[in-house]
């Protein structure tokens, strides 16, 4: 399997990503775990990403582009991905297939879970993470719309494109996914 799973913050990309890997034992390789981590190891990637991150911004391209060319190209890596939040803006996008195309492994699917606003704001709320602020999630809302938006339209021009409806029980919506992946 190799996938994206691509959606606003609170969609259930984490919590889907998960379950794949659970079920079909591809790896879950999530940035923004990866981003947290390196915050709470005070690493200096890590310092670079918390100031972005609090304020609900993109971290640099660079930087997550290194973290996830570092987890594909490692020896061994080579039984799939769940991408869980990445990519998030074109460029990242670009990176991603040039990886990809050298690798041999073409991308099979992205996933697009889609839930509105409103349902995303109570989760949010409801999680209190740090970067879980009423301000912050906003925010990350229009993040999503100017930056993220074009990698949604970008694999719909490939024909990669599966959208799925991310609002109802766990369960169900990991049954569409399953269906629109085809595994
Ligand atoms: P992420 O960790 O990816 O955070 P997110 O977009 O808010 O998604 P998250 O994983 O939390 O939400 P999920 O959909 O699982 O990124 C955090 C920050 O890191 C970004 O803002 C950015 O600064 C940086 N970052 C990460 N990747 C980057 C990249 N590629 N480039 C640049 N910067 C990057 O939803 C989780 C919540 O919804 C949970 O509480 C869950 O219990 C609940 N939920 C899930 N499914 C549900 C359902 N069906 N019904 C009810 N609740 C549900």
Redesign the pocket.
């Known amino acids: 399997m190799r996938i994206v799973l691509l ?11 998960a379950k794949l890997q659970e079920k079909h034992g591809a790896p879950q390789i ?7 981590a390196a915050v709470a190891e005070g690493t200096e990637l890590g310092l670079k ?1 918390k100031a ?2 609090e ?7 660079d ?2 582009v290194g973290m ?1 060319r570092e987890r594909l190209e490692a020896p061994g890596s080579d039984s799939g991905f769940i991408l ?6 074109h460029a ?1 996008a670009a990176s991603l297939d040039e990886m990809l195309t050298k690798l041999g492994r073409p991308l099979e699917k992205a996933v697009h ?1 889609v ?1 509105d606003n409103e ?2 704001m109570t ?2 709320l ?2 209190k ?1 740090a ?2 602020t009423e301000a ?2 906003r925010h ?1 809302l229009e ?2 719309e100017s930056q993220t938006r074009p990698v949604v339209n970008y694999y719909a021009a490939q024909g990669k494109l599966a959208t799925v409806t ?5 369960d ?2 990991f049954g569409r996914i399953e269906q629109a992946v085809g595994v």
């Not at 869980?84 to 803006?89: A, K, L, T, V």
């Open positions: 959606g606003a913050p609170g969609s259930g990309k984490g919590t889907q990503a999530s940035t923004g775990d990866l981003l947290r990403a972005a991150m304020a609900g911004e993109l971290v640099a391209d930087i997550v996830i869980d939040g990445f990519p998030r803006s990242q879970l839930v349902e995303i989760r949010l409801e999680r993470r970067d879980d912050t999630i990350r993040v999503f991310g609002v109802g029980e766990i169900e919506i």
